[in-house]
């Protein structure tokens, strides 16, 4: 069957390198959405990695590739199912500067398996995709509203000469 590709444009006020240290932290991202905190370990032989979750009550597994992670522009993940409603997952963000502000796209490719997965990934991918969009608006008007988190301070201490001279 044919991936399912669903996508949001936003534009937004912020300046790509303004959003990216609020959009960029896909761990908080993914518990604003509500997923399920995930388990991987290293897959023997690759940069892929095996990764596990419970979500609704249901074990997830996964091999999952080396994110695409260009700082400032985007990331992308893809995650490869061996059994269940979805052979493999697609998602990501890009951001290009536009004018003073950004646009951005918010993506996700659902690659179905079988008929179950066709109606999940059209029911739920525009769901999915839709809620990231969501935050994503959400850290650009609280940017645009607060401005930039100020520096955190940097603690002073005083060098280690011994060390320093021996490395």
Not at 55 to 64: A, C, I
Not at 92 to 117: M, N, Q
Not at 122 to 128: C, D, E, N, S
Request: aromatic content about 8%; overall charge positive; cysteine-free.
């Amino acid at each position: 069957m044919d991936p399912l590709r669903v996508e949001r444009e936003l534009r937004l006020a912020g300046a790509p390198a303004a959003l990216w240290p609020e959009v960029s932290n896909t761990d908080r991202l993914n518990r604003a959405l509500g997923l399920p905190a995930l388990t991987s370990e290293p897959e023997p032989g690759s940069f892929a990695r095996r990764a596990r979750a419970r979500f609704w009550g249901l074990r997830l597994d996964w091999r999952e590739l080396p994110f695409e992670f260009t700082a400032g522009r985007g990331y992308r993940v893809t995650r490869e199912f061996p059994r269940g409603p979805l052979a493999r997952f697609t998602g990501g963000l890009t951001l290009e500067p536009a004018g003073s502000g950004t646009r951005a796209v918010v993506f996700g490719e659902f690659a179905p398996r079988g008929a179950l997965g066709a109606a999940l990934a059209g029911a739920a991918g525009p769901l999915a995709v839709g809620r990231m969009a969501g935050l994503i608006r959400r850290a650009d008007e609280s940017l645009s509203r607060l401005g930039l988190p100020p520096d955190l301070p940097r603690a002073v201490s005083p060098a280690d000469e011994g060390a320093l001279a021996a490395r």
